[in-house]
């Protein structure tokens, strides 16, 4: 079976739909919790001509991939009236990156985010783009608002390094939270300094991890071109998206069923414990944009 022809039903019948039970759960159990939406949007955006051959980003089609997908998710007329849908005047906003140096978010979606904030207009010195120094970082210690983006990748201690993840240096000791394949990441989430402030999640597809083995593991044979963008205001539903996408790359190349090990279930606690969205995919409106017929979901 190939890559481009590998669609939902396929992935189904190759992983059994058992290795998703770390990631969706119940539906009843997501159901359950009052805190969460009925249901959640996320855009899902590609394209073939964002990458070069090296693997680098173009910026204005990334640029362009971003606005698309705001555009779509907010049902908006244009890009900038999406953006106002995000943050407005008098917003203090800090963009939460990544900086692993392996698969660092790219500098080029960072300085459009950027660009588009200050288009809408925040002042530019109430801006910025951090990942380690956040708890000092003087912006970050005033906002208002925080935009989250970081590339997909397996990892050792949580399954996968999530948009839910990505908020973990706030918190001074990270290493407390490695418990249980970091099931209490969401816990995160609901600290002063970022609760609720949390205004736009950017998942980043275009060379996802889909497999490591050790701390901070990284091979080029476990990458791939998929040039994407997940995007969302719920980071339980944008990660549990990006999953879906990794487990069904998983089985393509191993060619069997190969959960993600560790269980990334931090996603479906996330959602289930600490009310931050849905996880369980027949709740999850699945918007797409570009090429679809190798997307694994």
């Known amino acids: 079976m190939s890559a481009d022809r590998l669609n939902r039903r396929d992935f189904l019948t190759v992983a059994g739909g058992a290795a998703l039970a770390g990631i969706a759960g119940s539906t009843a159990a997501d159901a359950d919790d009052g805190g969460t939406p009925a249901s959640s949007r996320v855009v899902l955006v ?38 106002r849908r995000v943050v407005s005047p008098g917003d203090v906003v800090g963009i939460k ?55 997909l990748r397996t990892h050792h201690w949580s399954g996968l390094g999530t948009s839910i993840k990505n908020l973990i240096m706030f918190v001074p000791r990270p290493q407390e939270y490695h418990g249980d394949a970091c099931a209490s990441l969401g816990a995160v989430w609901r600290l002063p300094e970022v609760e609720g402030k949390v205004r736009l999640n950017v998942l980043v597809m275009l060379t996802p991890q889909f497999h490591g083995v050790g701390a901070h593991s990284f091979s080029p044979e476990y990458i791939w071109p998929y040039g994407g963008l997940i995007v969302g205001t719920d980071p339980v539903a944008v990660d549990a998206t990006g999953a879906r996408i990794i487990e069904a790359r998983r089985s393509l190349h191993f060619g069997k069923q190969s959960p993600i090990t560790p269980p990334p279930h931090h996603i479906r606690v996330a959602g289930e414990r600490y009310g931050l969205g849905v996880s369980d995919p027949e709740r999850i409106e699945l918007v797409r944009l570009g090429p679809m017929d190798d997307a694994l979901i």
């Open 97 to 151: 990156s990544n900086v692993w140096r392996y698969l660092p978010t790219p500098a080029a979606l960072e300085d459009a985010i950027r660009a588009e904030v200050i288009a809408a207009g925040v002042d530019p010195a109430d801006v910025a783009v951090d990942d380690r120094g956040v708890r000092t970082n003087p912006v970050f210690k005033r906002a208002t608002a925080i935009i989250n983006t970081r590339p």
């Open 46 to 83: 590609r394209s073939r001509e964002v990458l070069s051959d090296d693997g680098r980003p173009d910026a204005r089609i990334l640029h362009g991939m971003l606005n698309d997908s705001l555009v779509a998710l907010f049902s908006a007329s244009n890009a900038a009236a999406a953006w």
